[in-house]
């Protein structure tokens, strides 16, 4: 199973990266032979979509096919996104507006938000709301909201609230578990070809 995580903070470093990574290693420690991968959103490394990408500009090729290769691989997806005003970054809205039911339709992905304090079930909303609709990406019913981040899932256990880093790993190990058994799930479905509709190319 190849599973891709996508660390959606612009900042380097940043929070969301320590989450990323440590549920990458959650994720290898389930299972040594699947493959998990992080694509970081770290300084912006995607320039913002315009309608060349509709029009054939080649410029849309050269950037997009690894990302789309990898992405088209995965069996699985997790999203990390930071909580900036209330809202998922730019960034990664733009990512979902760069990718296809090719790359990421009818494959599980878990919402991990992350906050540097109460907050962080504006991104899950947002998320859940609006980024599906065309790439038909599938966002299972749970979901982690890693609240006061600063605190929790550092290497360094001295840096961490005790009681509320247990919770966390235990919570995202559990979900993860869910994650796993929905790529398992989900991948028959896609094989059987049953979603692939030409006519129905958008979501409504």
Same mark, same amino acid.
């Given at each position: 199973?190849?599973?891709?995580?996508?660390?959606?903070?612009?900042?380097?470093?940043?929070?969301?990266?320590?989450?990323?990574?440590?549920?990458?290693?959650?994720?290898?420690?389930?299972?040594?032979?699947?493959?998990?991968?992080?694509?970081?959103?770290?300084?912006?490394?995607? @320039?913002?979509?315009?309608?060349?990408?509709?029009?054939?500009?080649?410029?849309? @090729?050269?950037?997009?096919?690894?990302?789309?290769?990898?992405?088209?691989?995965?069996?699985?997806?997790?999203?990390?996104? @930071?909580?900036?005003?209330?809202?998922?970054?730019?960034?990664?809205?733009?990512?979902?507006?760069?990718?296809?039911?090719?790359?990421?339709?009818?494959?599980?992905?878990?919402?991990?938000?992350?906050?540097?304090?109460?907050?962080?079930?504006?991104?899950?909303?947002?998320?859940?709301?609006?980024?599906?609709?065309?790439?038909?990406?599938?966002?299972? @019913?749970?979901?982690?909201?890693?609240?006061?981040?600063? $605190?929790?899932?550092?290497?360094?256990?001295?840096?961490?609230?005790?009681?509320?880093?247990?919770?966390?790993?235990?919570?995202?190990?559990?979900?993860?578990?869910?994650?796993?058994?929905?790529?398992?799930?989900?991948?028959?479905?896609?094989?059987?070809?049953?979603? $692939?509709?030409?006519?129905?190319?958008?979501?409504?």
């Amino acid at each position: 199973m190849k599973i891709t995580i996508i660390s959606g903070s612009h900042r380097n470093p940043s929070q969301s990266m320590k989450v990323a990574r440590h549920i990458q290693t959650s994720l290898r420690a389930k299972d040594s032979l699947d493959t998990i991968e992080i694509f970081s959103l770290a300084d912006n490394p995607l @320039p913002f979509w315009d309608q060349g990408l509709w029009m054939g500009d080649p410029k849309w @090729p050269e950037l997009l096919d690894p990302l789309h290769q990898q992405l088209q691989q995965s069996d699985a997806f997790v999203i990390v996104t @930071p909580e900036w005003h209330g809202q998922v970054p730019a960034g990664l809205k733009n990512l979902f507006l760069l990718c296809s039911a090719r790359e990421l339709g009818h494959k599980p992905a878990l919402i991990v938000a992350v906050s540097s304090g109460d907050g962080g079930a504006y991104p899950v909303a947002e998320l859940r709301m609006s980024s599906y609709k065309n790439n038909r990406i599938c966002y299972i @019913p749970e979901q982690i909201i890693v609240r006061k981040v600063e $605190q929790v899932l550092n290497e360094d256990e001295r840096q961490n609230d005790s009681r509320s880093d247990e919770f966390y790993r235990r919570r995202i190990d559990w979900a993860l578990d869910i994650l796993k058994a929905y790529a398992a799930a989900l991948k028959p479905l896609r094989e059987s070809g049953i979603a $692939q509709n030409e006519q129905f190319k958008n979501g409504m």
